[in-house]
């Protein structure tokens, strides 16, 4: 069974183009969530897909964007990239609408570093 | 949950010692509390999920307890090994805030041999 997958591991972009990561949930997980981690910071909730539609959305600008499939994978986008986007994102599948309960399973990560 | 913090930020233990972890959140309109563990070059593992006040959950040698009414929570580690080395970080979440979680910035725990 395979966890949550992220792609690509490591992507170097420069200041002002566009980027898209990609995410595959864990199986069975209809839900994906999107972190930021900045270095020496703890993970900064970006937004969260359920049923195709951006459910919450963190303290990010519009530059962010995402899409959820009807295969419950997900992409985030980061348009006009500043040097401050370098950082970890990561990926964060989970069942549901948000039950108490339900813990996230995270994958690995794209270190993306901006120049 | 609008602010986690977590106590110390790092720690360096021998091994066989036990340590413990301080998880401190807002404790008006709570809703859950997370303790991940992430070890270098993986990913984040869920620990424990805690919702009630009192509630007491252990793994092994990792144990944590809550404390709604005061806004913590402890991770305690019995019998540190160096495979015990990681981050820990603990995650609040709010009534209203669906399945965001807001993020403490972590307690890097390091067990010497």
Same mark, same amino acid.
């Given at each position: ?115 | ?26 404790? =008006?309109?709570? *809703? ?8 270098? #070059?993986?990913?984040?593992? @869920?620990?424990?999920?805690? /919702? ?20 913590? =929570?402890?991770? *305690? ?8 080395? #990681?981050?820990?970080?603990? @995650?609040?979440?709010?009534? /209203? ?17």
């Amino acid at each position: 069974d395979a966890g949550v997958t992220q792609s690509p591991t490591h992507l170097i972009k420069t200041r002002g183009q566009q980027v898209t990561l990609r995410c595959s949930p864990k199986s069975g997980h209809d839900t994906v969530s999107w972190y930021q981690q900045a270095l020496g910071q703890g993970p900064q909730f970006i937004f969260q897909y359920y049923e195709e539609e951006e459910r919450q959305r963190g303290n990010f600008p519009d530059r962010f964007s995402g899409h959820q499939f009807p295969n419950y994978s997900s992409e985030l986008n980061v348009n006009a990239l500043l040097l401050g986007d370098s950082a970890l994102y990561l990926c964060a599948s989970s069942r549901g609408a948000g039950t108490a309960n339900e813990k996230l399973f995270f994958g690995s990560g794209t270190q993306l570093s901006v120049l | 949950i609008l602010n986690v913090e977590q106590s110390p930020q790092s720690l360096h233990v021998q091994e066989g010692d036990s340590t413990n972890f301080t998880c401190s959140f807002p404790s =008006s309109n709570f *809703y859950a509390l997370h303790w991940y563990r992430w070890e270098t #070059a993986k990913s984040p593992e @869920a620990l424990f999920v805690m /919702t009630l006040n009192g509630d007491e959950k252990k793994k092994g040698r990792i144990s944590a307890t809550l404390n709604t009414k005061e806004g913590y =929570s402890y991770l *305690y580690i019995k019998g540190s090994q160096p495979e015990d080395s #990681a981050t820990y970080l603990c @995650a609040g979440r709010g009534g /209203t805030s669906y399945g965001k979680l807001t993020f403490g910035q972590g307690t890097i725990l390091t067990v010497h041999p």
